[in-house]
């Protein structure tokens, strides 16, 4: 094609964590997840710079939201594994 990245790839890091992401132009595109070594795990809908998405930790805590940079970012709730919420 045009030397760019496009379609479904799978990338294993030398820190173990597994990607698994679409592309479209080298941009992540669409619904994408990330598997991390100790458990956790975070699927997102990505399209350009924009980010929302659902990090399950592996203790139990779930965060749904918005992301930047892979941090945390703008709307979201973090759920904890004894009962408290955050907005």
Known sequence: SNGMLNGRAHCQYNTGELV???FMNNLAHG???IYYPNGDYY???Q???RVKGRLELAKGSIYTGE???GRY???GKFAMLDGRIYE
């Open 47 to 49: 399209y350009g710079e």
């Open 73 to 75: 970012h703008g709307a």
């Open 67 to 69: 992301f930047v940079e």
């Open 20 to 22: 698994v992401c679409p």
């Open 43 to 45: 699927r997102r809908i």
């Open 31 to 33: 619904y994408g997840s």
